[in-house]
T-cell receptor
């Protein structure tokens, strides 16, 4: 079992829809969780972090964490073509950060 | 967020030469930096952890003598690809952790290496 698992996609949504990206992790004592966005040919950029169970909102993005289910998700509201990218889930435990392979999102105009 | 700068962004070199890539944390001190490698449409692969003032920690399968890492100051780590060959052509990305917040990793812009 991979430490951090993501559906590789591609996930395709129409412009204006909600994109839902999911991530599961195997280490129960993971402490903090991050979502990164990576455009083709570019390096990852941090979207948001979440450490506590529940939802955390930042603009059009909402991160959701459920530690009991070892599950973290990212919702993108009002998806735009510019959101088309690969989204990486990262899980941190004792300063050891592990990345998922990423989910490729395409937002169609 | 924190700023990590990487240089050069692109480099083309002949087979057999060595290439040095620099990674700087511009607005915070980083005792630890990380070096990744990424092939097209593949996931990030951690190569090594760079520790200020001590030896780097390499991931399994990464050649220490091939990929030399130096972390001489709290804001600078360098990766030298020695005697580069075409199979070393890849996208190399550094990152540093900013402990002022939630311990997020911030990435440099990446360096695309092409070995002819």
């Amino acid at each position: 079992q991979k430490e951090v698992e993501q559906n590789s996609g591609p996930l395709s949504v129409p412009e204006g829809a909600i994109a839902s990206l999911n991530c599961t992790y195997s280490d129960r004592v993971s402490q903090s969780f991050f979502w990164y966005r990576q455009y083709s040919g570019k390096s990852p950029e941090l979207i948001m972090s979440i450490c506590s169970n529940g939802d955390k909102e930042d603009g059009r993005f909402t991160a959701q964490l459920n530690k009991a289910s070892q599950y973290v998700s990212l919702l993108i509201r009002d998806s735009q073509p510019s959101d088309s990218a690969t989204y990486l889930c990262a899980v941190n435990r004792n300063n050891d950060m592990r990345f998922g392979a990423g989910t490729r999102l395409t937002v169609k105009p | 967020g924190a700023v990590v700068s990487q240089h050069p962004s692109r480099v083309i070199c002949k087979s057999g030469t060595s290439v040095k890539i620099e990674c700087r944390s511009l607005d915070f001190q980083a005792t630890t930096m990380f070096w990744y490698r990424q092939f097209p449409k593949k996931s990030l692969m951690l190569m090594a952890t760079s520790n200020e003032g001590s030896k780097a920690t390499y991931e399994q399968g990464v050649e220490k003598d091939k990929f030399l890492i130096n972390h001489a100051s709290l804001t600078l780590s360098t990766l030298t690809v020695t005697s580069a060959h075409p199979e070393d052509s890849s996208f190399y990305i550094c990152s540093a952790r900013d402990y002022r917040g939630a311990g997020e990793l911030f990435f440099g812009e990446g360096s695309r290496l092409t070995v002819l």
